[in-house]
């Protein structure tokens, strides 16, 4: 009665059965890898719980596709497309959370398959690795402290070219005007440098000389704004 209970009604006498027993050992497991998958992301980042969630659920998920496609060639190209079609997160994700998401996928995927202790060697493999990455700082910039965004405020009059380059080739080793932008219905400007202090220890310094040369206009100086974090 269990069995016929679970069976498609589109099923024939061909088509081959998962038992509700298997079903459950491998949605099982899937959660397991899915909790190993989150905790190892959460190891030193920034992360919010909605994704961590997600994270944790997502080889379950995938698991029970990949089974229902179950050898169903025309089913698996459909999956395949729906899959591509997916948008994870509403807002683009760093690097290291699409990471994440594939690992987790992937995980999914061999758990489907059958092959739950290769599943789990997997992830326990790749978990290890990222946590080691995150404790090593793999990848990091050395002094990155030192590497900086610099706003600037001036009037329309200032000539942004080369106004500062005084002072910015005494305070760092190297900058970049990498933008420039009106603002205040186009009264004023705001450049906008990459830049690498000498020493952080300046940097109000550099702040007190550029305030004397933009009129006391407002200044923020931040973390260097990069995209090499994001895919």
Do not use: W
Request: charged share 20%.
């Amino acid at each position: 009665m269990l069995d016929q209970l679970f069976r498609g009604i589109f099923d024939t006498d061909m088509t081959s059965v998962i038992a509700v027993s298997d079903f459950l050992l491998c949605v099982g497991c899937a959660l397991a890898i899915g909790v190993l998958i989150a905790l190892s992301f959460m190891y030193h980042s920034k992360y919010s719980k909605g994704f961590v969630t997600t994270l944790a659920l997502l080889p379950a998920i995938v698991c029970v596709v990949i089974m229902m496609v179950n050898g169903n060639v025309g089913t698996g190209v459909a999956v395949a497309g729906a899959f591509s079609l997916v948008r994870f997160r509403s807002a683009p994700g760093t690097a290291k959370e699409i990471g994440a998401i594939f690992l987790a996928m992937g995980a999914g995927l061999i758990v489907g398959m059958g092959y739950l202790g290769y599943a789990f060697l997997f992830t326990i493999v790749l978990g290890l690795f990222s946590v080691l990455y995150s404790s090593f700082d793999f990848g990091a910039r050395k002094n990155a402290v030192r590497y900086k965004t610099l706003h600037i405020t001036i009037p329309e009059d200032l000539d942004y070219s080369d106004v500062f380059d005084g002072i910015l080739k005494k305070y760092t080793t190297n900058y970049e005007l990498v933008q420039v932008k009106t603002t205040n219905m186009g009264s004023l400007f705001r450049p906008t440098y990459d830049l690498t202090l000498r020493s952080e220890k300046k940097e109000k310094e550099l702040i007190d000389k550029l305030r004397c040369r933009n009129g006391n206009l407002e200044i923020s100086i931040s973390k260097q704004e990069t995209v090499q974090g994001e895919l």
